[in-house]
T-cell receptor
Framework: GENVEQHPSTLSVQEGDSAVIKCTYS??????FPWYKQELGKGPQLIIDIRSNVGEKKDQRIAVTLNKTAKHFSLHITETQPEDSAVYFC????????????FGPGTSLSVIP | GAVVSQHPSRVICKSGTSVKIECRSLDFQATTMFWYRQFPKQSLMLMAT?????????EQGVEKDKFLINHASLTLSTLTVTSAHPEDSSFYICSAPLAGSAHNEQFFGPGTRLTVL
């Protein structure tokens, strides 16, 4: 089955700096890679996603890159703000109807004002 | 966007009792829903796939007789933790994909915090 790894497990950055979280996946059949933000005591919220036929996607301060050959994908947050502090999960899935999403172990991001 | 609700948000029960958690898709129909469990400072681990009108599919290592899943309608799936024990204390989260959305986007519920005394 699919296995998703994620690094680092914790990340502290100064407000305004960039944060980068990296993930790898094992199943070459995975072709959809969402990123979720989870605040304490809440369910995860989708913040950005990317399909395997795209190498990069950007949405304001958030960008995701994908290297399908190497099975790597990364999340980049620029101009970080204190409200970006949360746990971030990468995930992998097959873009089939209702396929399950496998989560990485998570990264706890702290943005220091 | 689509909304998934869970009830209750928190539950405390005694060891040996059973607890039912509901997951509802509020403004869309979901033939499939997913149940996850999340222990403190850990990731979401998929427990089972709930299928409307048929048996749930459980992930390896998840006891189907302990975690009963019923997906009786297109908007409701229930997870019953039977004979709960303290080690079952966890954050239970459901999700439902929205058919027709980009990438069959999954919408997650707010979670249910279960504490077994």
């Amino acid at each position: 089955g699919e296995n998703v790894e994620q690094h680092p497990s914790t990340l502290s950055v100064q407000e305004g700096d960039s944060a980068v979280i990296k993930c790898t996946y094992s199943d070459s059949a995975s072709n959809y890679f969402p990123w979720y933000k989870q605040e304490l005591g809440k369910g995860p919220q989708l913040i950005i996603d990317i399909r395997s036929n795209v190498g990069e996607k950007k949405d304001q301060r958030i960008a995701v890159t994908l290297n399908k050959t190497a099975k790597h994908f990364s999340l980049h947050i620029t101009e970080t703000q204190p409200e970006d502090s949360a746990v971030y999960f990468c995930a992998a899935s097959r873009l089939a109807s209702y396929d399950k999403v496998i989560f990485g172990p998570g990264t706890s991001l702290s943005v220091i004002p | 966007g689509a909304v998934v609700s869970q009830h209750p948000s928190r539950v405390i029960c005694k060891s040996g009792t059973s607890v039912k958690i509901e997951c509802r898709s509020l403004d869309f129909q979901a033939t499939t829903m997913f149940w996850y469990r999340q222990f403190p400072k850990q990731s979401l681990m998929l427990m089972a796939t709930s299928n409307e009108g048929s048996k749930a599919t459980y992930e390896q290592g998840v006891e189907k007789d302990k975690f009963l899943i019923n997906h009786a309608s297109l908007t409701l799936s229930t997870l019953t933790v039977t004979s709960a024990h303290p080690e079952d204390s966890s954050f239970y989260i459901c999700s439902a994909p929205l058919a027709g959305s980009a990438h069959n986007e999954q919408f997650f519920g707010p979670g249910t915090r279960l504490t077994v005394l």
